[in-house]
Structures are given as structure tokens and as C-alpha cells.
């Protein structure tokens, strides 16, 4: 069995490639040869990626696409998506496609609130901590305000401070719930930094101000942004004439948009379904956060818990038919960032902003809230006419293919073989050594 190992981050790249080399994988020439292969040539390049992490030892790659013509609040838009998975691109395409012919997308920021705490324990009369708090709340803002005076120039900073009593759920838990306008950056760090110095405050003034009476104690827990954001919220939408939605020449706009409103409403009580139309909604908005260098784990976490807000979990878009529109619709709590973080570090995320033509926050959450819904609107496109598996195989035929290391002639005529035969796995399979085995 490997032993553990002391100062593995002391190590230089090249022992820490070494190292797990030899202890965790067959082929220890093999594992470096993986691990150089995407490395950078450019050693100022590597270095910034190596920086951006700990123990960096390569590179990950992942495939940067472009989806375009959407036309988003009368602009058109070519939107660079990062992501692994095949048909995400091809299917957002499709939709910006369809809805270019149609009036394109309308989307607005309906609010851009963030959100963080400052969990603390208090032993006292819940009163008498209202009091204080009230109190000392000039404090808070004061005492931050090296923190927010450049964020207060340029129109943000801390909205409010609140004390909640949470001795309901928790004994003895309250916590400071604060709201702040970050603008165009995701925030994080603002918000961290104001929280820690609120705790400072609150702990310094109860210790110093004869606040905590004999035998009580105030201690805080902790400090913390909340990615749960439900009022940073973005709404995009597509209407059209029912008539107008064409999806498949075989079946009627008519039913296609009845289906659809179906589609939506089943996931609206059926967690399974629920979940798995999410996931689609979330290949076109995690594609978009990664490639504009934006939080997705944040995003993921916030956009679920939004989608459970009620109890259920539930479909984030909606559909209705009324006097013959069709209309489609999302909203998605999103908290990006344009400015800091990796968007001033990372050449491909500066190159994916440069793209879009340097959006601000709420730009780009109309952006993303779009490729969400533009890619919940092909999935369900497909889903209720031809099903997935079509477009989904013919797209996965070329990930086959490389995997049993077709030859570029050998992908031509496969590719073409199934632009008229289905695309099963096992049927790429048949085909392939058949095309072989005939040479
Ligand atoms: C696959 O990545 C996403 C879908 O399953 C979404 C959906 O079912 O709505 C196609």
C-alpha cells in the first residue's frame, strides 16, 4: 500500500510528477508523457495556470465552442461555451437558430442582491442583543470602511445588516444577515472581507462595552458569503405564434407547444424528470460560467436550492399557451463577475469576454440565463418529437469513433453512413469493422 506523504506541495513539479508516477500509476513514462503533452510551451503561460491552483502538475482541457446568432435583447450574440459534453453546443446553436427567426430572446436583471453572514453563538436576553445590535450597527459600517470605500465610488457596497434570531431552530444561533451590491464583480472576496470585519465589531464591542452580563458569552462561528441568492435574479424569454413553432415537419406547431407546456409541468411535480431538465438547463449555463471564467460550483449550488424554494423541486423554465403565443421562460438566480478573478488572469476567459463584447454582471446574467434557456428548449424540442437519442448518437458518433481510433477517412464515410442510419453504439461498432474488414 502507498504511505502517505509528508510536504508533498515542497516538492517541484517535476518529483510531484514522479511521485505519483511511481505510486499510483502502471506506467510511470507513460503518466509523464500524459502529463508534458498539455503542458504549455509558453513557460509564462504554464506558470499562470500552475499559479492559479496548489500542486498543479498539467493542464486539464476542455473543449472551448461557440454557439451563435442569439439574438438577446435586439444585440447578436456569439456565445463561447466550455464544456465536455457532445450535442450542448450543437443543440444551443440550433435553438439561437430557431429563435433568430422568431424575435430572438428578451432577457432582464430583475435583481442583483448578494448575500452573507455571520453566524454567532449568544447566551443572553434576546432583546437586550436586538438593542445592542441597533446600536453598534453605525460601527459595522464604519469599521469596514476601508473595505467598501472603493466599492461605495463606484455606486455599491454593504445594503443591509440585519440580526435574525434563529434560536427557534438552533440554541443560542443568531446571525448577522447582510445584503451587498457587488456590480460588476462576483464579489466573494468584498463580501468575506466586510463579513469578518462585521464579526470583529460585534465581538470586540460585546467584550468592550459592558454588553454581555455575568455568565453570558457571545462567540462567533463563523463568516460567510451565502451562494444561495434568490433576489440576484435574471428572467429571459421566447414567444412566439404557436402556429409558428415548427420543431419537426412530421408533427404539428400545435402539438409540439402542447407538448412542451406538458414537458414543463410534468417536471414541475416530478422530482426524477425534475432534476434530469435542470441538468439540461444547466449544460448551457455552466458552459458559459466556465468559459467566462465565472463560479459554477456557486452557481450549481444556488440554482438548485432556487429550484426547491417551494418545498419541491422544480422545473426552472415555464411554458404557457394563451390566445395562440407560445411563450417560454426562465428565471435563475445567477451571481457573476466580470471584473477580478480569473476574467483579468485567464487568456481564453479574457478572449470570452472580448467575444461577447466586455459585458457587465447583468449582461452577462442575461447571457447565461439565455443559453440556459435556449438549451432546455432544445432538449425538449427533441424530447417530445423525435426523442434524444437522434441528435444525441450523431453527435457521440465521432466521440465513438475516436475512441476506436478511426482513421479521418474511416470518420468521413461513418459520418455519412449515419446521417441515414441509426446511431446506436454497438451499430457504430458493426459499421466500423465492416468497413474494415471490406478494405
Ligand atoms: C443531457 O445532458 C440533458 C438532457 O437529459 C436534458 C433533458 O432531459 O431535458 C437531454
Keep these: 500500500m502507498t504511505q502517505p506523504i509528508k510536504g508533498f506541495s ?11 508516477g511511481e505510486n499510483y500509476t502502471e506506467n510511470v513514462q507513460n503518466t509523464k508523457d500524459i502529463l508534458r503533452q498539455y503542458w504549455n510551451n509558453d ?77 454567532f453563538i449568544y447566551t443572553g436576553n434576546s432583546e437586550n442583543l436586538f438593542r445592542f445590535i441597533g446600536k453598534i450597527r453605525p460601527s459595522f459600517y464604519a469599521e469596514a470602511k476601508s473595505i467598501t470605500e472603493k466599492m461605495e465610488a463606484r455606486g455599491g457596497g454593504i445594503s ?59 462567540e462567533i462561528v463563523m463568516s460567510i458569503l451565502s451562494n444561495y441568492v434568490p433576489n440576484c435574479l ?14 419537426d415537419t412530421t408533427i404539428p406547431p400545435e402539438k409540439c407547444a402542447e407538448k412542451i407546456v406538458q414537458a414543463v409541468g410534468i417536471a414541475n411535480v416530478e422530482p426524477h424528470r425534475a432534476v434530469t431538465h435542470n441538468k439540461g438547463i444547466m449544460n448551457g449555463v455552466d458552459a458559459v460560467i466556465l468559459a467566462t471564467g465565472n463560479d459554477f460550483r456557486a452557481v450549481e449550488a444556488g440554482v438548485h436550492a432556487f429550484a426547491a424554494k417551494d418545498g419541491g423541486y422544480k422545473s426552472l423554465t415555464n411554458a404557457s399557451i394563451e390566445d395562440g403565443v407560445f411563450r417560454f421562460w426562465i428565471e435563475i438566480p445567477l451571481a457573476l463577475g466580470t471584473v477580478g478573478g480569473l476574467t483579468s488572469l485567464h487568456p481564453m476567459v479574457q478572449l470570452a469576454h472580448e467575444v461577447l463584447q466586455y459585458p457587465s454582471a447583468k449582461q452577462l446574467m442575461e447571457i447565461v440565463a439565455v443559453a440556459g434557456l435556449a438549451q432546455n428548449f432544445a432538449a425538449l424540442s427533441s424530447l417530445v418529437t423525435t426523442g434524444i437519442q437522434e441528435g444525441h448518437m450523431k453527435m457521440h458518433l465521432l466521440n465513438i469513433l475516436n ?37
Design 10 to 20: 515542497k516538492l517541484s513539479k517535476e518529483q510531484k510528477i514522479a511521485w505519483i
Design 43 to 119: 513557460p509564462k503561460l504554464q506558470q499562470l495556470h500552475d499559479e492559479f491552483i496548489e500542486n498543479t502538475i498539467s493542464n486539464y482541457y476542455l473543449p472551448f465552442g461557440i454557439a451563435p446568432n442569439f439574438l438577446i435583447n435586439e444585440r447578436i450574440y456569439a456565445i463561447p461555451m466550455a464544456i465536455e459534453e457532445s450535442s450542448v453546443v450543437a443543440a444551443a446553436s440550433k435553438a439561437a437558430k430557431f429563435w433568430l427567426d422568431r424575435g430572438g430572446f428578451k432577457a432582464e436583471v430583475i435583481g442583483t442582491e448578494k448575500v452573507g453572514q455571520v453566524h
Design 234 to 247: 435574471v428572467r429571459a424569454e421566447v414567444s412566439c405564434l404557436v402556429s409558428d413553432l415548427s420543431l
Design 160 to 218: 443591509s445588516i440585519e440580526i435574525k434570531d434563529k434560536t427557534d431552530l438552533l440554541p443560542n444561533y443568531y446571525q448577522l444577515h447582510c445584503t451587498f451590491e457587488t456590480l460588476d464583480a462576483m464579489g466573494a472576496n468584498f463580501i468575506n472581507s466586510c463579513l469578518e470585519q462585521f464579526a470583529t465589531t460585534l465581538k470586540a464591542k460585546a467584550d468592550r462595552d459592558g454588553f454581555l452580563k455575568e455568565g453570558e458569552k457571545l
Design 403 to 439: 475512441q476506436m481510433k478511426a482513421t479521418k477517412e474511416e470518420k468521413t464515410t461513418l459520418v455519412s453512413y449515419f446521417k441515414n442510419n441509426t446511431a446506436t453504439h454497438s451499430a457504430v461498432v458493426e459499421a466500423l469493422d465492416k468497413l474494415r474488414e471490406n478494405l
